[in-house]
């Protein structure tokens, strides 16, 4: 009798292990390896009659300057999703949207879905996860119950292929989620990564071949890598996550990954009782809720993609009573902030190490700028002084390890929308100053060393 054979894979990285550990030796994680029965799958062997032998056959090569034309989009008409995608889902292409349970995933597909139905395109959107009973009560709900979407209730890939093969192909089909689909080829449970792998080329190879968009939600876990198949990613055209703050109300769609676009757009969406709403005017959102009084508070004039988005960035600092100083920081690199408080130290004569330093982006924004730097210095220093910056400033620049205050791209942007929402003055690095837009009716505070701002501050009268 054949013996069965097994073998380990993280559920992780994917990776196979000749036999179980407590730990995967790639990617670090715990008890994530999962003993699965060989056969089937990408990288599995396949079942032998797929593996025989076939003869090759003669591929035709092109060139690099071959003629090409820009790939047809599938424009849903929300506008912050087309954003993010670039335009429109790509036909043809697979597209894999992440986060965590309860922030909106379905929510904002089955509102795409709808969008899209609407405008005349077939839309299939299947659900592992809900009975159709409950997407249509959402879709009531949202006042989407007209749209011409056409659902089913299922998991199996080969039912799932079978019905998008019937009748004409599908513009747009959403599978909610990839981890609970599965296919009869591989032998391993649902939401392991040999299921979630086989299931997700199989719809891949779908949308190739019928040049349908396929967009697949995946979950996420607490770390914020999307469970089991961070392999799917590498898989598909494009990876956009749907995040936001739990407590807060608003979401940022964002590309991680995208083929077709660039990948540094975010589409900020509001979830209210009737699904989501776009946020067109982000800085006004993030802005909302401020208390300009108090010190340690900036607003920082960042860019998103293409976009300038206005932030308050805050900071808290407060003398420690442990032997090392915390350093907690939320919505930006926490080396970053090191290295702020080192220039600090180092050529300013700001001293904090003796203090815990707590720094938050408001709204729940992930900033990634090195931009930021100055607003940040500007927080920390205003916070230690116990001085509030004028309520009206924003600020914006890099700081080098020397201390001096770089200009940073985009200025002109940074500055028209900090003007349109009523800020009266702007801290930046001197050298910004050649790229203010004429007319701007700002005051420009231009600095070249951080030292100039830290004295600046000091020399404010204490709020
Ligand atoms: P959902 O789209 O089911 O999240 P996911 O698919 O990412 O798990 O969204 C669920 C949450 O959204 C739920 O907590 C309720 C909230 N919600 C609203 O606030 N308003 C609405 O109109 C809808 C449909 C959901
Ligand atoms: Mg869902």
């Known amino acids: 009798m054949a013996k069965s054979r097994t073998r380990f894979v993280c559920q992780n990285c994917g990776t196979i292990a000749p036999r179980w550990t407590g730990k995967c030796e790639t990617c670090g994680e715990w008890n994530s390896i999962v003993e699965e029965a060989v056969g089937g799958g990408v990288g599995g062997g396949g079942p032998v009659a797929l593996v025989a032998k076939r003869q090759g056959r003669v591929i035709a090569l092109s060139t690099l300057d071959g003629t090409v034309q820009d790939s047809p989009r599938l424009v849903t008409g929300i506008g912050e999703l087309d954003r993010v995608t670039g335009g429109g889902f790509v036909e043809g292409s697979a597209l894999l949207v992440g986060g965590d349970p309860g922030i909106g995933k379905s929510t904002l597909l089955i509102q795409a879905a709808a969008a899209a139905a609407r ?8 659900s592992g996860e809900e009975a159709v009973a409950q997407v249509t009560m ?14 089913a209730s299922e998991t199996s890939i080969e039912d799932v292929l079978a019905t998008l093969d019937h009748g004409p192909v599908p513009r747009l089909v959403i599978i909610d989620s990839i981890q609970t689909m599965w296919t009869d080829t591989v ?3 649902p939401g392991t990564v040999t299921q979630v792998r086989a299931s997700a080329q199989a719809l891949i190879r779908f949308a190739k071949a019928r040049g349908s968009a396929v967009v697949l939600v995946g979950h996420v876990t607490k770390d914020g890598q999307i469970a089991g198949p961070r392999v799917v990613e590498h898989m598909v055209d494009a990876v956009l996550y749907f995040e936001g703050d739990g407590a807060k109300s608003f979401r940022i769609l964002r590309a991680v990954k995208n083929r ?3 990948t540094d757009e975010i589409g900020v969406f509001e979830m209210t009782g009737a699904g989501l709403k776009e946020v067109t005017n982000p800085s006004e959102l993030f802005l909302s809720d401020r208390d ?27 003398q420690t009573n442990l032997g090392t100083a915390r350093r907690a920081v939320v919505g930006w690199d926490s080396n970053r902030l090191s290295m702020v408080l080192a220039v600090l130290d180092a050529r300013c004569g700001v001293k904090l190490a003796g203090y815990d330093v707590h720094l938050a982006v408001a709204g729940g924004l992930k900033i990634a700028e090195p931009a930021a730097d100055l607003a940040v210095a500007a927080a920390l220093v205003s916070a230690l002084a116990g001085v509030p910056l004028p309520a009206t400033s924003v600020a914006f620049g890099e700081i080098a390890l020397s201390g001096a205050i770089r200009p940073v791209g985009h200025s002109g942007a940074r500055l028209k929308e900090a003007e349109r929402l009523g800020f009266g003055e702007a801290v930046m690095a001197e050298a910004s100053r050649a790229e203010a837009p004429k007319g701007l009716g700002m005051t420009l505070r231009g600095q070249s060393h951080l030292s100039d701002l830290v004295a600046r501050i000091a020399a404010q009268p204490k709020g």
């Open 138 to 151: 959402r879709a009531r709900r949202l006042g989407l119950a007209d749209a011409p979407v056409e659902l």
């Open 187 to 189: 032998e391993s449970a």
């Open 119 to 126: 405008r005349g395109e077939r839309v299939v959107y299947v």
């Open 260 to 262: 077709f676009g660039a």
């Open 292 to 318: 300009a009084s108090a010190p340690g508070t900036v607003v920082f004039a960042g860019m998103e993609g293409s976009r300038p988005v206005l932030v308050e960035i805050q900071a808290l600092v407060a």
